[in-house]
């Protein structure tokens, strides 16, 4: 039987796991964040409030977590589109804190969501913006969160010729994919809810290492639902399969996607939706597959919690859903 671990504020917004699952952080309507950590020796009745400190003027939507590799650091974003980075540090004697090293955006150029991945033993970071835009930041000095570098800056479009009026984008959703780091290069996914059709489809970006350059390699999208607002993607972990899993959610659904791995003449990548999944009543807000990418969760409008599996045959269905607890 689950055992309740953290009972949150009311004013919560968003809260994240660190990678290891030992730590947790929480956002709150007044821009407050909070750190709780496993207590030691580990208990599994509580967690330990470490840290809480105002970090933003409005509500805290999103926390995303530093890979581990660069110590422990989380990004806020808030409500008015700006990030702030904060990495915990230690000065003198003084008991861990957490700071702020770098922020970015404005209120006239709103990040919508950020995520960060590894390549060619570097970090980056993806941010989308409320403009349609998308920036790849790269870390100059792997023991200095504060010292980015803008590598490119492109739209989610597939023609880069495309032409289009003022774009306005109330959400984005990215993810990279888990399998890159080490010596390989980055490819990451990500989706807009906009109001330009030619934006919003889910497109997988890949860095071209001849040219020095993004490229989109695939489009998750049948053409009648190209110009569909995409409110959450998620790329699942591979562990032997002959090709990826992703999952897209629009206002029709969430759709299952597969990804071959071997591309055409074009350099482009063979896709195919293998399933539509109906449940939710509303909009899927977030989604995050489990470690062995065999198992989806999904959360939105209506306050559920829905798993998702595919069965030996390939045919994906619910496994279960949670109600929220009052």
Request: proline share 4%; charged share 20%.
């Amino acid at each position: 039987m689950a055992k309740e671990v953290l009972t949150l504020d009311n004013g919560t917004t968003c809260s994240s796991w660190n990678y290891s699952g030992t730590r947790l952080a929480a956002g709150s309507a007044d821009g407050t964040l909070s750190i709780f950590d496993s207590r030691d020796p580990p208990s599994s009745s509580s967690l330990r409030l470490s840290f809480k400190s105002k970090v933003h003027e409005g509500n805290i939507v999103k926390i995303v977590w530093v890979p581990p590799a660069y110590g422990d650091a989380v990004a806020c974003i808030s409500v008015d589109g700006i990030v702030s980075l904060l990495e915990e540090v230690v000065e003198d004697s003084q008991p861990l804190q957490w700071k702020i090293c770098k922020c970015f955006g404005s209120s006239s150029d709103k990040v919508l969501d950020v995520q960060f991945g590894i390549s060619l033993a570097s970090l980056k970071m993806v941010a989308a913006y409320s403009d349609g835009h998308m920036k790849v930041f790269e870390l100059l000095d792997p023991l200095e969160l504060k010292n980015w570098q803008l590598q490119a800056e492109f739209q989610n479009v597939i023609e880069s010729v495309s032409s289009f009026g003022k774009a306005v984008c109330l959400s984005a959703s990215i993810s990279f994919n888990p399998q890159n780091g080490g010596s390989q290069e980055s490819s990451f996914l990500v989706g807009f809810n906009s109001n330009t059709s030619e934006l919003n489809s889910a497109k997988v970006w890949e860095f071209d290492q001849a040219h020095q350059r993004w490229l989109p390699v695939a489009e998750l999208a049948v053409p009648e639902d190209k110009g569909d607002q995409v409110y959450a993607v998620a790329w699942a972990p591979n562990i032997g399969r002959t090709y990826e899993i992703i999952a897209v959610a629009t206002h029709k659904g969430l759709a299952i996607w597969h990804l071959g791995l071997n591309p055409d003449h074009d350099g482009r990548l063979p896709v195919e939706r293998v399933a539509v999944l109906s449940g939710h009543d509303g909009m899927v807000w977030q989604m995050e597959w489990d470690m062995s990418g065999m198992t989806l969760a999904t959360t939105g409008q209506d306050g559920m919690v829905r798993l998702w599996q595919s069965n030996l045959n390939g045919v994906w269905h619910q496994q279960a859903a949670f109600e929220p607890t009052s």
